[in-house]
C-alpha cells in the first residue's frame, strides 16, 4: 500500500489496528500517569492545559484498557502511585502500581 513515510509530500495514514479476539484484554504496562502533563497540564516546567488525567483515564476505558499500571522510578514516587491509584480508583480494579529498583 504506500503511504506515509519519507519525504513524499503526503502525512502517513494512521496504523489501524486489529479487531481484538474475544477474551483478549489490554493492560498498559507503563502508565505515566504521575507525569506533570497530565496532573498539572505543564510540558517542560509551562502551564499548557488544565490537569486531564481523568480524561486520559476515560479514553483509555474507552478504547478497551482493561487495567494500567503507573510506573514509578523510586521509593517516593511510588507512594505517589499508591495514593495516585487510591484517589483515581477507589475500587482497585483499573489502576495498579510498580516500583524500579
Known amino acids: 500500500r504506500g503511504g506515509g513515510g519519507g519525504g513524499g509530500g ?3 495514514a ?5 479487531a481484538l479476539s474475544a ?3 489490554l493492560t498498559d504496562v507503563g502508565a505515566n500517569l504521575l507525569d506533570p502533563m497530565f496532573t498539572l497540564g505543564t510540558y517542560h516546567g509551562r502551564y499548557h492545559h488544565p490537569p486531564d488525567v481523568s480524561n486520559v483515564l ?3 476505558k474507552k478504547a478497551g484498557v482493561e487495567r494500567m499500571i ?12 499508591i495514593a495516585f491509584c ?3 480508583d477507589p475500587a482497585g480494579t483499573f489502576l495498579f502500581c510498580t516500583a524500579g529498583v
Open 14 to 18: 494512521p496504523a489501524r489496528l486489529p
Open 70 to 81: 503507573v510506573t514509578a522510578g523510586c521509593l517516593s514516587e511510588a507512594r505517589e502511585a
Open 23 to 25: 477474551g483478549t484484554s
Open 10 to 12: 503526503g502525512a502517513a
Open 86 to 88: 487510591e484517589e483515581h
Open 58 to 60: 476515560d479514553r483509555a
